[in-house]
């Protein structure tokens, strides 16, 4: 079976919350599994749209402004911990506030969002997926945003070790290379294995 199929986050009927998904058949038709408990299903998937969201970032008494790269449909609560861009570099933020129409939201889907109010921290969350066998489990934790995860290296995850096969980055590009390796602020999803 070919375990390097795409994931995506789906509401799962059986499982009754947002599980990982492996997509079995390509969009636009397409057939999901539910990683958890193996409920497949048929849904038309269409490329996501992506939010850049304007977002404040303060740090002592000092704010700068950068971005958020959210997806459509992605739900922003306060206390998120997000990874913001300012220029070329990427900072670990918590969520503060959510303005929507010069209101504050305490949780607000992203294309609602006009802009995010954020403070500077040093941690984010880390998102895994691990491949054993047929089955993928979804891993989160929280970690420093220095945190340097290396490709091939055993590392943990949610309390579960696994060797990272390869790193999906925020800009888009994955790195698989032997002893590459990326910092916990610049990854988007780290996906491992264990035999």
Same mark, same amino acid.
């Given at each position: 079976?070919?375990?390097?199929?795409?994931?995506?986050?789906?509401?799962?009927?059986?499982?009754?919350?947002?599980?990982?998904?492996?997509?079995?058949?390509?969009?636009?038709?397409?057939?999901?599994?539910?990683?958890?408990?193996?409920?497949?299903?048929?849904?038309?998937?269409?490329?996501?749209?992506?939010?850049?969201? +304007?977002? %404040? /970032?303060?740090?002592?008494?000092?704010?700068?402004?950068? =971005? &958020?790269? *959210?997806? #459509?449909?992605?739900?922003?609560?306060?206390?998120?911990?997000?990874?913001?861009?300012?220029?070329?570099?990427?900072?670990?933020?918590?969520?503060?506030?959510?303005?929507?129409?010069?209101?504050?939201?305490?949780?607000?889907?992203?294309?609602?969002?006009?802009?995010?109010?954020?403070?500077?921290?040093? +941690?984010? %969350? /880390?998102?895994?997926?691990?491949?054993?066998?047929?089955? =993928? &489990?979804? *891993?989160? #934790?929280?970690?420093?945003?220095?945190?340097?995860?290396?490709?091939?290296?055993?590392?943990?995850?949610?309390?579960?070790?696994?060797?990272?096969?390869?790193?999906?980055?925020?800009?888009?590009?994955?790195?698989?290379?032997?002893?590459?390796?990326?910092?916990?602020?610049?990854?988007?999803?780290?996906?491992?294995?264990?035999?």
């Amino acid at each position: 079976m070919d375990n390097n199929n795409d994931l995506i986050i789906l509401d799962c009927p059986v499982c009754g919350e947002e599980m990982d998904f492996e997509i079995l058949k390509e969009p636009p038709e397409a057939v999901v599994r539910c990683t958890e408990c193996g409920h497949t299903m048929r849904i038309t998937l269409k490329e996501p749209k992506i939010y850049t969201i +304007k977002t %404040i /970032i303060s740090y002592g008494t000092e704010s700068h402004t950068g =971005t &958020i790269e *959210l997806m #459509e449909g992605d739900i922003c609560a306060v206390g998120d911990l997000l990874v913001a861009e300012v220029g070329d570099e990427s900072y670990g933020v918590e969520v503060m506030s959510i303005e929507q129409n010069d209101a504050r939201r305490a949780k607000l889907p992203a294309e609602k969002i006009d802009v995010l109010w954020t403070r500077l921290v040093d +941690k984010v %969350i /880390i998102r895994a997926s691990l491949n054993k066998g047929a089955l =993928t &489990i979804p *891993l989160y #934790e929280q970690v420093p945003g220095d945190t340097v995860y290396t490709v091939d290296h055993i590392t943990s995850i949610g309390g579960k070790q696994f060797r990272v096969t390869r790193i999906k980055l925020r800009k888009g590009n994955v790195i698989e290379r032997k002893d590459k390796f990326a910092q916990a602020r610049e990854i988007k999803r780290i996906y491992g294995e264990r035999s």
